[in-house]
Antibody
Framework: QMQLQESGPGLVKTSETLSLTCTVSGGSISSYYWSWIRQPAGKGLEWIGRIYSSGSTNYNPSLKSRVTMSVDTSKNQFSLKLSSVTAADTAVYYC??????????WGQGTLVTVSS | DIQMTQSPSSLSASVGDRVTITCRASQSIGSYLNWYQQKPGKAPKLLIYAASSLQGGVPSRFSGSESGTDFTLTISSLQPEDFATYYCQQSYSTPLTFGGGTKVEIK
């Protein structure tokens, strides 16, 4: 059974860089798209972007200037960096695997709070 | 970006009711529409993909349909475990976008 687990600091200072890693178990990271999706408290879902196992990326234009995603196939991990964070970036961040049509597997989510 | 407009934003229903949630895309997206269920404190769960295909393990009371740029999620007989928030999502083009959500509450 595939499992995804987010890890990283739960508190990030304003203007600094948010860094999260997703560890994939129960399957290979190869040959799939891997996404980051976030959800502010009480609000809807926002797609941040995706990375293919080869390293090619697509980012949400609304965040593109601040987002970097990377993949480490040897560790079965992929990562998110979001720079110059503000309070508006406070959210639960999910890592997820995109199948042929939709997001099939999700991590449990990790709350990241941005505060000065 | 493709805008996904969901309606209603919330509804109250009783166990056994038939519930319908609608999602409208701002442009043609073919059948590239997915539905997710999210319970408080949990990650979303895929219910329907490609507009009308039931994800494995999802009860058959859930169904999806499409008409042009309008998509519908139907729960034929609402069960206690179905009280949750439902989201549509288009996978036609990036950025992938979600509807605003529909919260299904107990009447």
């Amino acid at each position: 059974q595939m499992q995804l687990q987010e890890s990283g600091p739960g508190l990030v200072k304003t203007s600094e860089t948010l860094s999260l890693t997703c560890t994939v178990s129960g399957g290979s990271i190869s040959s799939y798209y891997w996404s980051w999706i976030r959800q502010p408290a009480g609000k809807g879902l926002e797609w941040i972007g995706r990375i293919y196992s080869s390293g090619s990326t697509n980012y949400n234009p609304s965040l593109k200037s601040r987002v970097t995603m990377s993949v480490d196939t040897s560790k079965n991990q992929f990562s998110l960096k979001l720079s110059s964070v503000t309070a508006a970036d406070t959210a639960v961040y999910y890592c997820a695997r995109y199948g042929d049509y939709a997001v099939e597997y999700w991590g449990q989510g990790t709350l990241v709070t941005v505060s000065s | 970006d493709i805008q996904m407009t969901q309606s209603p934003s919330s509804l109250s229903a009783s166990v056994g009711d038939r519930v319908t949630i609608t999602c409208r895309a701002s442009q043609s997206i073919g059948s590239y529409l997915n539905w997710y269920q999210q319970k408080p404190g949990k990650a979303p769960k895929l219910l329907i993909y490609a507009a009308s295909s039931l994800q494995g393990g999802v009860p058959s009371r859930f169904s999806g349909s499409e008409s042009g740029t309008d998509f519908t999620l139907t729960i034929s007989s609402l069960q206690p475990e179905d009280f949750a928030t439902y989201y549509c999502q288009q996978s036609y083009s990036t950025p992938l976008t979600f509807g605003g959500g529909t919260k299904v509450e107990i009447k």
